[in-house]
């Protein structure tokens, strides 16, 4: 069984340790257990519970009447909002608790209302990316099982992939090649997919080349396909001097067009970029730069 610390579930539900501890006092709303060394820990099931009660008190239910609900009639309202409102934050929560069941079918529907009420773009930059920010936190607490990880990104991924798919090959009439790809031993590629997606409906090419390429190799493509750009992703942990050097070598081997570079490591960069590196902040700012291209 996973364990979590009150910290951990303020840091997963945004509600303050402080009020956890009242509610459970007060209204039984979690059961903490011990462990050997009489340490306290939460489960699963207080997690999912505190998930739920979160979504409808930010709804305006009051916790005195929230308790009073059964599990079934919690759960059904808070499904209820999220298939009724734009309410993000109860998607989100729906997402969390569909991955710790493992449950496709919830996620299924979860992402289905969030898409006919805001659109696939807006699903995938207002609730999916903030998603995928609290599954790093789970990760970082060391409270998530990989199995279950791997579940939640490989339904994303397909999401992604059908979506791109689906797009009518209609390019504009002097498109632009883009060159994607992710660093060698970078596996994350979520965000990079969804580059890809923006590129081809904004009517430019793509070559795509997916995960963990070696540079080597990407300086051999970029002999053998010109390409107008090239887009790359950091996730993965990586010191930045480090993607400075990996970035100064991309830079030499491709110096007359724009790198574009996101990901969270990005945003812990300090030092100065090579001058034809573009470091994005989301994708709002890279539909930007297609604008005007």
């Not at 303020?10 to 009020?19: D, F, P, R, S």
């Not at 590129?199 to 390429?213: D, F, N």
Request: net charge neutral; aromatic share 10%; proline share 3%.
């Amino acid at each position: 069984m996973i364990h979590y610390s009150i910290n951990d579930l303020e840091k997963i539900t945004g509600i303050k340790a402080h009020t956890i501890r009242i509610w459970e006092k007060r209204y039984n709303v979690v059961c903490p257990q011990r462990t050997d060394t009489n340490i306290r820990f939460y489960s699963d099931e207080d997690l999912k519970r505190l998930l739920n009660i979160s979504t409808l008190n930010k709804r305006g239910f009051k916790i005195s009447d929230i308790v009073k609900m059964g599990h079934d009639n919690i759960c059904q309202k808070v499904l209820d909002i999220s298939n009724t409102s734009n309410d993000h934050e109860s998607s989100l929560n729906n997402l969390i608790v569909s991955m710790i069941e493992m449950d496709e079918v919830k996620f299924e529907k979860v992402l289905a209302s969030a898409i006919i009420k805001i659109g696939f773009e807006k699903t995938i930059t207002h609730i999916i990316y903030t998603f995928l920010e609290k599954v790093g936190v789970l990760w970082q607490v060391g409270t998530i099982n990989p199995a279950q990880e791997h579940f939640i990104t490989n339904l994303i991924r397909q999401k992604l992939i059908i979506a791109i798919d689906g797009q009518e090959n209609s390019l504009k009439p002097e498109p632009k090649t883009f060159l994607l790809f992710l660093p060698e031993n970078e596996l994350h590629e979520l965000g990079l997919l969804f580059y890809s997606y923006i590129i081809k409906k904004a009517g430019h090419k793509v070559i795509y080349l997916g995960q963990s390429v070696p540079l080597k190799d990407i300086l051999e493509v970029i002999k053998i396909r010109k390409s107008d750009y090239i887009i790359t992703y950091f996730v993965a942990a990586m010191d930045p001097d480090e993607i400075i050097t990996y970035l100064n070598k991309i830079s030499e081997g491709f110096d007359k067009n724009d790198i574009y570079i996101a990901g969270y490591q990005v945003s812990q960069i300090k030092d100065k970029f090579p001058e034809n590196v573009k470091p994005l902040q989301d994708a709002e700012e890279f539909k930007s730069y297609l604008n005007r291209i």
